[in-house]
């Protein structure tokens, strides 16, 4: 498949035909051009292509030329068509068809013309359904790596942000875009990512999931190196902040690199709301993130190993309830947990209102029966959905399943060495965290190591006027991103 493009048309068909196994979807129309004294054909899959417009800018343009062509790039001049591109060889043949272009042969040419003619269906615009905010856009990426491009150059009109588009699968061959911004992104970040992808080779591409997996600095750690995101205005700040985003055509998710471990805990929603309150519900992430890490491990440690450090009143409950339990405390704890997680997968693959109605009607029927069977605590129940509830407070869904994994461990070793066993394994993710990188960046800066100029928008949040560089630890080109001296209020009188 290699080889040229034969003189003879029928022929070319039946090498296409051959190599496509002679799919029920693929077309080949045949007219005489040029006042009928030479063969043409167009060669195109009926699923992809636009017929409507093939006609009227294909068809009716050659059945009106009288002169035939000198070569095919003086008949592509003749289409009204922008970006028709000529062909020489067999292999590219089958390609551009296979991807839903159409081929223009012609008798006696040794090339043909590819002309972008694909229409595909995709869903309209919509609102994001998994990074939902108070206020702000409304708008989410769709399967369309094109669309998804013109959602970006709506927020970026820059003639410097970059979109490098790229083949990959050897058995699919699917669009994927590299987009940053020059002068802001820093280089060797860029290349790094265009090196990684480049050496990408698997047969089949269907998620950036695959992409994630073969670009990760630590593909064995739990945590993501990377971010996922449905909203565009997301990707326009980081892409702003000196990023990069990777765009994959069928899939609505865009993945950003570099990361860091607290990029997980902003939200858009945060530099909508005053500096107060975003600051007040980064600090509720935070805690809630460590709240369902640690604290069903902290109650197994207390009951086990440390129950004089409860209040006496509480401690007389607890161990009434005890009695009547037959299981240990950790083997309660990480059955109700496990039953969570089960109602919780169930829920997301139920159809529509069932999945939500089986997810809270499951859990109170469950925790109901088991407390009054006798099988678990009743304060077992309330840990559990509190820390239910926690993880869902993490905007990014990798990020909580990362910890929503790791406090099984933390569970068995509270069990095994008490409060000195969370400790041990609160303190080895710790440094697991720390040792982390995300395409050369340290994945707890600014925290380790230090950038004492980035934790104006870290823990707390600084008004946007003293927010005057991009955050250091992505090595941005361009570190400015706002003028000093703009604090808002009256014109002083002179």
């Not at 062509?69 to 060889?89: C, F, H, R, W």
């Not at 272009?101 to 694909?118: D, N, Q, T, Y």
Request: hydrophobic share 45%; proline share 7%; net charge neutral.
């Amino acid at each position: 498949m290699n080889s040229s493009l034969p003189l003879d048309v029928d022929q070319a068909i039946t090498e296409v035909q051959s190599a496509m196994g002679n799919s029920s979807d693929l077309q080949v129309h045949r007219f005489q051009a040029f006042t009928g004294d030479t063969g043409c054909a167009l060669v195109y899959l009926k699923s992809f292509v636009d017929l409507e417009q093939l006609n009227k800018s294909v068809l009716s343009p050659l059945l009106q030329l009288a002169v035939p062509p000198k070569d095919m790039q003086n008949l592509a001049e003749v289409l009204p068509y922008a970006g028709t591109q000529e062909i020489t060889s067999l292999q590219e043949l089958s390609q551009a068809v296979a991807s839903g272009e159409v081929v223009l042969l012609v008798s006696g040419f040794k090339s043909g013309l590819k002309i972008p003619l694909k229409k595909y269906e995709q869903r309209s615009i919509t609102e994001p359904q998994n990074e939902k905010l108070v206020s702000g856009p409304r708008d989410c990426f769709v399967e369309s790596i094109w669309s998804n491009i013109g959602l970006l150059r709506q927020r970026i009109k820059n003639p410097k942000l970059r979109i490098e588009m790229n083949t990959l699968g050897t058995k699919t061959s699917v669009e994927l875009g590299i987009v940053y911004v020059e002068g802001i992104a820093n280089r060797q970040i860029v290349e790094e990512v265009r090196r990684r992808l480049k050496r990408i080779e698997i047969d089949r591409l269907l998620s950036l999931g695959v992409i994630n997996e073969f670009i990760s600095d630590s593909p064995w750690s739990p945590f993501p190196t990377y971010q996922h995101t449905e909203r565009p205005d997301s990707l326009t700040s980081a892409l702003l902040d000196g990023r990069v985003g990777i765009l994959l055509d069928g899939s609505s998710m865009v993945t950003i690199i570099p990361v860091v471990f607290w990029d997980f805990l902003k939200s858009p929603d945060d530099y909508i709301e005053s500096p107060y309150f975003s600051t007040f519900v980064r600090l509720l992430r935070l805690s809630s993130h460590l709240m369902t890490l640690l604290l069903p491990g902290a109650y197994v440690a207390l009951t086990t190993f440390h129950l004089e450090m409860l209040p006496q009143s509480l401690a007389v409950i607890i161990s009434g309830s005890r009695t009547r339990t037959p299981f240990p405390t950790a083997i309660e704890m990480i059955i109700m947990e496990l039953v969570v997680e089960i109602l919780r997968e169930a829920g997301l693959r139920m159809p529509g209102v069932f999945g939500q109605t089986m997810s809270i009607v499951g859990a109170l029927v469950i925790g109901e029966a088991g407390v009054t069977a006798g099988l678990v605590e009743p304060i077992i129940v309330v840990i559990v959905a509190f820390t239910t509830l926690s993880s869902f407070i993490v905007p990014n869904y990798s990020a909580a399943l990362s910890i929503r994994l790791l406090r099984f461990p933390i569970i068995l070793l509270s069990a095994a060495l008490g409060f000195f066993g969370m400790i041990l394994g609160a303190m080895f993710f710790l440094m697991h965290l720390v040792s982390l990188r995300s395409f050369g960046v340290p994945y707890f800066a600014p925290i380790a190591p230090l950038f004492l100029k980035d934790l104006g928008d870290m823990f707390i949040r600084l008004p946007l006027w003293l927010q005057t560089h991009r955050p250091t630890y992505y090595r941005p080109e361009d570190e400015t991103k706002a003028g000093r001296n703009q604090k808002p209020g009256p014109e002083k009188e002179p």
